[in-house]
């Protein structure tokens, strides 16, 4: 599909500079956008490639000054980077189309109730008791397991997997591969040291505006529930284990782990490969550094916190920079003991010799 | 379905305190189960919530002392907890009722022997001359390579792999995404730079008893077997590599990841994210914390290391103490260099003129 | 299938030592191999095992001077390790045979373009437009969404899901479980703490002879394409972030995690759990050690980092040393300032006394 300026312009309420009749027919990043493609420039740090590049159309701030003359048409808005995900968002829903019905085969049990406008994907299994919400999207290859709940307007993509009796709410999006509800990993010791398997009874609940991304493993509670509320983003390849709560707009980044039975508050935001110990609180808007290994509950909001065990940041960084140069203070040390060596030989020859 | 404390007592062989009638149609923990729920108490650390607890039933130690009257109808065993997952365990035979049969559509190759009493879900794949033991259940979109043989009383959760020529012993049970027998990461380096892929002909070998978790990999050996011994229990996202070999009874947290030909003995810990380098052994009994890095064989049983690289835990943890510190450490050293330096200028004045 | 001494030396062009009609029918290593296998000896680490293998053949070079008589009938070649690879890739290409057609119930849209020799496993979802290569073998329960692009000779594993709009060269080989295509982890932070997703609307580009493992995922461009470049290997449970690039015959070893818009140059080793931040460049060469956190671009190339954060593997080996004598060094500072304040205190004295 080809846009003129003049159609982009309408649609972002924005104002033209150059040929409104220019066209694009896709997005390309400033710094290798070509002929054609629809570019933005929001980011001072990109300011250089506004006078190089290839794009046909460029949104830019409206206090932006320009230093030079450029190539591409430009359109004006108050806020070029959200203008631009605007037309990415409608630029998506018309590619997507709607996709809607029941794809054959595919395998839904007598007792499940399927909402309005919904999508099911070729060898899907929908198992007894299910109900899925209106205008449900899911893809093929998925396992919904017995007594599953979906609220609307969520995407269930190719081979996820949602296990019995967990709940999802509206507005979930959930990527390919990911495991909503296996068993959480608990065992009892026994004298002979092997282990019996705890039953795990619980399940997942999932709340409203949630996204989880591709293989990550949700496991369901083993009484109760493991809990993922409002707006949470996690990644993938995300372990989260048996009773743990994920606070509203809590952000989690890949292959992070978070241990049986911890709370983690609102607005947290963890790192990458960040892991979290069992059994402890997060408090609201701790930030948890890549990599950390946060061995304590963390009691005062909005700290941030690096290392593993994890300490204060500031802190860390500083603990972090001595380390790299601990060859050198050790130096720095024996060439004390040294000295001081040196000093007492010569206080005792004094000593003996000076004052006998 | 309701239980009376009556039926409960007789299952758990306790001995009722207060009204036998009460009944209860779900579990709940001490801290929030609600009316109609069944607790217990064995952890002193909750004892508190026995004297808040809306739970209908809760079942106590017999040696257990009130210090006030209570609520719910107590159930009184030698070990409350053991009673409690002896319950969840009826409680889930009975929820998941007596899944058999052949769901349709699916793919059972010709040659492929199917036991007794088996259940094989919707689009699940059975290739050439498999085996697959009595009782055992095989949940909707799972593949089962050629050549695969399966015990009795197994569970194949939803969407796992098991590559051709892989071996399970009985009571197996693998959850949801989880890939067995995937080749090993073996590539011969050429002059040029680039890699030759070395064909990877072992299988895997997982014995009874063994539990594997969601999303985790198991990779088949070059040769011979990966092997995952009697009992030992995986959780999700953990990466087993090629010729890896797992004893008896061992357990590995999740997200951990095992490199390749490393053996590691029974009983074993390692806790979720640790590294284990390739060519190593671990003695049983061995305990490795969580996010450890270990990269050389820990030849006596029963240690307990920590960091990365791991080293002895009880030095490791004063290692970490003072790393915390080690601004505060690089200023004492600073000072002291300061002071050593005071001492030598006025040792070398006083030489010059004291000793002139 | 039995092979004699004379059928294998002649398929690797060897010298035959000992019993020419000796036959095995399967391959063992050297230090576990029993009657009836082929094994072979490259590493001199293994020297002594080929005086007590059971092997009924054994490959090993032609330089190698025998110390004592072996069991084994022998077939020396220039290159034994070699040899024995290529005799386990013919006996993999035998073992597979043909696998070709389309196994019923699979989806193919009439929109797809399916090239010659083609193997299709049981659902297995084929979306629209997509168009395989000749000689591709895509494996059960895959899913290969639109507009999906497959070169030739494509090995796609049972479970692999390959997202709308992404590329693939020749040969490329992807292990059951991964995800090709989910997209990026963007998010636009919100005034009121929630936050709005960020389309993401590029694809991810394979280039040939690119081999990535079980259950990895590879996100999406949210503008442009990820590029996993020619040759390179990717082990299991690995994450590539949006717009990553990771160059030719690069290897990555498993659960290592690379963040947004990082690109990795040419021949660089990446070991497993290693932890790269967005937005960095890796100069061609680098070696990355296993569980490092890299938090910076590497620009020298061929360089060779440690730890977390990452620094050069030398002075962080030796930082290491050091740190795990942390308390002992603790001990010498505190020993010394014991010293000088000794030192100072008699000083003080003597100025006292001595001088007065």
């Known amino acids: ?70 190539t591409p048409t430009l359109i004006r808005v108050d806020d070029a980077y959200s203008a631009f995900a605007l ?24 007792t499940a109730v399927i909402g309005k406008n919904v999508y099911v994907g070729a060898f899907t299994y929908i198992g007894e008791h299910v109900v899925i919400g209106d205008h449900c999207r899911i893809f093929p ?32 999006n959930i990527h390919p591969g990911t495991v909503i509800g296996s068993d959480g990993f608990g065992f009892a010791p026994q004298a002979d040291g092997t282990f019996n398997k705890i039953p795990q009874i619980g399940n997942v609940v999932i709340e409203n505006n949630v996204e989880i991304g591709s293989n ?27 009773n743990v709560e994920v606070g509203n707009s809590t952000v989690i980044a890949a292959q992070a782990g978070i241990s049986g039975s911890t709370k983690i508050g609102n607005n947290v935001k963890i790192g990458g490969q960040a892991g979290l110990v069992g059994h402890i609180q997060i408090a609201d808007g ?17 700290g941030y916190v690096t290392g593993s065990p994890a300490q204060d940041s500031a802190t860390a960084l500083r603990s972090q920079a001595i380390f790299k140069n601990l060859p050198e203070m050790e130096k720095r040390l024996k060439f004390l003991e040294d000295l001081v060596k040196q000093l007492l030989v010569e206080k005792a020859a004094f000593s003996q010799n000076g004052f006998k």
Request: hydrophobic share 40%.
């Open 1 to 70: 599909m080809l846009f003129t300026a003049a159609q982009i312009s309408l649609l972002v309420n924005g104002k033209i500079e150059g040929d409104a009749g220019k066209t694009v027919s896709s997005f390309g990043k400033i710094e290798d956008a070509f002929e054609g493609q629809l570019t933005f420039l929001a980011n001072p740090k990109y300011e250089e490639y506004l006078y190089s590049t290839k794009a046909s159309i460029a949104i830019i701030n409206t206090r932006y000054e320009l230093r030079e003359p450029v």
């Open 87 to 110: 037309l990415m968002h409608k630029f998506q829903e018309m590619a997507k189309g709607t996709l809607t019905g029941i794809q054959q085969p595919s395998f839904i049990a007598d």
């Open 141 to 172: 290859n998925c396992f919904i397991g017995d007594n599953v709940v979906l609220g609307e307007n969520c995407h269930i993509q190719p081979g996820v997997k949602i296990m019995h009796d967990c709940k999802l709410g509206n507005n979930v």
């Open 216 to 242: 990550a493993t949700i496991d369901r509670a083993t009484m109760g529930s493991t809990v993922i509320k409002s707006g949470a983003k996690l990644d993938n390849l995300i372990q989260i284990a048996h």
């Open 286 to 302: 701790t930030r948890i550094n890549a990599q950390s290994g946060v061995s304590k509950s963390i009691k005062n909001p909005f």
